[in-house]
């Protein structure tokens, strides 16, 4: 009998090799076959695969011809990684997937992986929930040929006035624009960050105002994260309040109260 491995579906970060988890690194190294995301996920990441590996780039490829290559690969007891740019689960497109694999009683795991926001963050060097500032993150995409559920619209959402990374929208930056101002002010300072953790990686901080303008003067049309909050406002010297949870006049669960200060 042939022994049957699980389908993994893993992450494989936002673009830098070694974004990768450890898992699955790991899973790469053990896979027999790899069939990846290729508009998206970059070549390097592909270096962790072992010798031999049958690799496959599934940018030209529909879902019937995907499942059908994880399907005869896992029927041959191979054992496959289907590699998702990012974290699989946002914007991975991978429920549709599984849900033809278990139709085929085929099983499957998912490693988790770093999306392009937190890429982002790290190389602005921003934290996005702020005390008193922002403690809440918003993950979302503009309608554009994918609709948007009526509830989660950019206008909607962008009323929080919260930290928000906005994805798969930067061909539509006129339409951004035009709602970030309303919401967030036109002097408000937002972000582009174009391929965040590749070797080409670059930011672009701009007025909310001028975003488009700065878009199209650098020729940006994919592969983009918009950022915007009241947390790229604040640098290391206007931060003015403080974390509770390194208070010293804190106490938690792990650490009690200063005994020389009796506020609380």
């Avoid at 972000?191 to 965040?196: G, H, L, N, T």
Wanted: overall charge positive.
């Amino acid at each position: 009998m042939i022994p049957t491995h699980p389908v993994i579906f893993a992450g494989a970060g936002p673009g830098d090799p070694e974004l990768i988890t450890v898992k699955g690194q790991r899973a790469l190294m053990q896979a027999d076959f790899v069939i990846y995301a290729g508009s998206l996920v970059p070549e390097a990441v592909l270096k962790w695969t072992a010798p031999g590996t049958r690799i496959l780039n599934s940018a030209s490829m529909n879902l019937e011809e995907i499942i059908e290559e994880i399907k005869n690969a896992h029927e041959a007891g191979k054992r496959v990684v289907r590699l998702h740019t990012g974290d699989p689960s946002l914007y991975g497109a991978i429920f549709e997937q599984m849900a033809r694999l278990q139709k085929r009683s085929i099983p499957y795991k998912i490693i988790p992986g770093v999306t392009a926001a937190f890429a982002a963050a790290a190389a602005m060097g921003i934290e996005y929930t702020l005390p008193e500032v922002s403690q809440t993150l918003i993950l979302t995409r503009m309608a554009g040929r994918t609709p948007v559920p009526e509830t989660e619209k950019l206008e909607l959402l962008a009323s929080h006035k919260a930290s928000m990374a906005i994805y798969l929208s930067i061909s539509l930056v006129d339409k951004v624009q035009k709602t970030l101002i309303k919401e967030y002010g036109a002097k408000a300072t937002c972000a582009v960050v174009y391929r965040a953790s590749h070797p080409e990686e670059k930011i672009i901080y701009a007025k909310i105002d001028q975003l488009s303008n700065v878009v199209k003067k650098e020729k940006i049309t994919r592969h983009a994260l918009i950022v915007v909050g009241k947390v790229l406002d604040i640098s290391l010297k206007t931060l003015k309040h403080r974390s509770k949870l390194y208070n010293r006049h804190f106490s938690h669960g792990y650490r009690e109260q200063h005994p020389n200060d009796n506020r609380y």
